[in-house]
């Protein structure tokens, strides 16, 4: 199965941040960078990719920076993944946006690999795209909260 790529990775944890500041303010670049260990000429072209797709905007000079474009509530995890990585299917047979037969199989209506890899592709998409970025930030100030009320010498092992 594929894995998320570093660039998909960042991403997600770039909107984290612009998710936890907005509407308040925009977010620098270097703020993003350190709070989340992101490479900054990395983060400039996944910025560049966002704003190309209308999900950030920038404004330059005194409080300017990056920040969404629609509230965190309304962008799931599964969008930001298909912007950046394409079709969430593990086979090009078994997406619903980018759909290909492939070139080894007879019939796909009857490929059990492709069935099955159709029924992946729409859990995951399940799971994607019912969690938006608000739900995500919540669920890591949750966890912070937990890590917070545990002995300082067991947080290190969790």
């Known amino acids: 199965m594929r894995t998320l790529s ?4 960042y991403c997600l944890k770039a909107l984290y941040v612009m998710s ?27 910025l560049l990719k966002l704003k190309a797709q209308k999900l950030v ?3 330059t000079g005194k409080g300017g920076g990056y920040g969404l474009c629609r509230k965190p509530s309304q962008i799931t995890v599964g969008q930001v993944i298909r912007m950046i990585e394409g079709p969430l299917a593990p086979l090009p047979c078994a997406s619903v946006t980018a759909y290909r037969k492939c070139d080894e199989c007879p019939d796909d209506r009857t490929c059990g690999t492709r069935i099955i890899m159709a029924e992946v592709r729409d859990a995951i998409a399940k799971i ?28 290190y092992y969790i």
């Not at 570093?6 to 990775?9: G, R, S």
């Not at 936890?20 to 983060?43: G, H, N, Q, W």
Request: proline share 5%; glycine share 4%.
């Open 6 to 9: 570093k660039q998909t990775q």
């Open 20 to 46: 936890r500041a907005y509407p308040r303010r925009l977010v620098l670049i270097d703020e993003m960078c350190e709070e989340e260990s992101i490479p900054r000429k990395f983060l400039e072209q996944i």
């Open 57 to 59: 905007e920038s404004k």
């Open 128 to 155: 994607l795209d019912s969690v938006t970025l608000a739900d995500v930030c919540r669920r890591i100030e949750e966890a912070k909260g937990e890590l917070a009320g545990q002995p300082q010498e067991l947080m």
